[in-house]
């Protein structure tokens, strides 16, 4: 299996643009996080899927975040209007059941001006 | 909320030094992940605690629980220059939940 794989791996924008993330899980996991690393605030759960569903989003910082699910091998995480403030390493990670183990993926580093 | 405090945040150390991490959480753990993250990297999954008091080892690191489930240490023996990185824990307070919250780290520096 070829693990998490996340696109792009690096994203410079400038601010007020709209920038998305793309997340492909391992196959047959049904669990799907979206976490958030910065050097301040370590990391942070964004949001949690179970079998597409948003569970959990109370980690989004405010409206300008949103995520989707639409099928159990694709994710999308998308910040309008971006700001500098969002400059973070954002990476997506699924398990196979919730409660098990993290598998990452390789994360994309955001860069906002 | 829960909180997971974990020290130090930084370590370095000659190789071929011991090296001990330490992680302690403000309510009662249901178990206990520890993570990896190379530098430009990201988390790598190393072990799951679950019961008081365990013990577990994976070659040259040592992984315990404490009796309370409320703290965790990582114990690395004769550490090597590949041992570089961040370690992590996480702790979840309710068996298969989903919330696991990370603890800020501690970054391993070795210095050959």
């Known amino acids: 299996d070829a693990g998490v794989i996340q696109s792009p791996r690096h994203e410079v924008t400038e601010m007020g643009q709209e920038v998305t993330l793309r997340c492909k899980p391992i196959s047959g996991h049904n669990s799907l996080f979206w976490y958030r690393q910065t050097m301040m605030r370590g990391l942070e759960l964004l949001i949690y899927f179970n079998n597409n569903v948003p569970i959990d989003d109370s980690g989004m910082p405010e409206d300008r975040f949103s995520a989707k699910m639409p099928n159990a091998s694709f994710s999308t995480l998308k910040i309008q209007p971006s700001e500098p403030r969002d400059s973070a390493v954002y990476f997506c990670?699924?398990?196979?059941?919730?409660?098990?183990?993290?598998?990452f993926g390789s994360g994309t580093q955001l860069s906002v001006l | 909320g829960q909180q997971v405090m974990q020290i130090p945040q930084y370590q370095h150390v000659q190789e071929g030094e011991d090296f001990t991490t330490y992680c302690n959480s403000s309510t009662t753990l249901s178990n206990i992940q520890w993570y990896k993250q190379r530098p430009g990297g990201h988390p790598v999954f190393l072990i799951q605690?679950?019961?008081?008091?365990e013990v577990k080892k994976q070659k040259r690191l040592t992984f315990q629980f404490g009796e309370a489930k409320k703290n965790s240490s990582l114990h690395i023996t004769a550490t090597q220059t590949t041992d570089v990185g961040t370690y992590f824990c996480a702790g979840s307070s309710g068996a298969g939940s989903y919330q696991l919250t990370f603890g800020k780290g501690t970054k391993l520096s070795v210095i050959p």
């Open positions: 605690l679950v019961k008081s008091g």
């Open positions: 990670a699924s398990s196979f059941v919730q409660g098990e183990k993290l598998f």
